[in-house]
């Protein structure tokens, strides 16, 4: 079974940073991509970001410029650079892990822009 870990979230001013975190208990090889997701309360969980095993990456456009995907493959970790945050980026943030066409999922660390 994978497991799959996020932490580095928490409460943060309007206009701060924070960086989230995302291991899986996989060998790097068998992870075709990674990528975050949140999910706010009363709306569907929608897609941040996601990095290829080749290191193409994708962005939704209300993060564009202010967040960066990124992965250090050789501890089986992706991380979320998140600047300028605004309050309606406060949400839920998943990880997800494509192994071999599987989705896996953590259990989500809670972000909080607020003032």
């Not at 650079?81 to 998943?94: F, I, V």
Request: hydrophobic share 35%; proline share 3%.
């Amino acid at each position: 079974q994978v497991q799959v870990v996020e932490s580095g979230g928490g409460l943060v001013q309007p206009g701060g940073s924070l960086r989230l975190s995302c291991v899986a208990s996989v060998s790097i090889n068998s992870i075709r991509a990674m990528g975050w997701y949140r999910q706010a309360p009363g709306k569907v969980r929608e897609l941040v970001a996601t990095i290829t095993n080749g290191g193409s990456t994708s962005y939704a456009d209300s993060v564009k410029g202010r967040f960066t995907i990124s992965r250090d493959n050789a501890k089986n970790t992706v991380y979320l650079q998140m600047n300028s945050l605004k309050p309606e980026d406060s949400a839920n943030y998943y990880c997800n892990v494509d192994v071999l066409f599987r989705d896996y999922w953590g259990k989500g660390t809670l972000v909080t822009v607020s003032s």
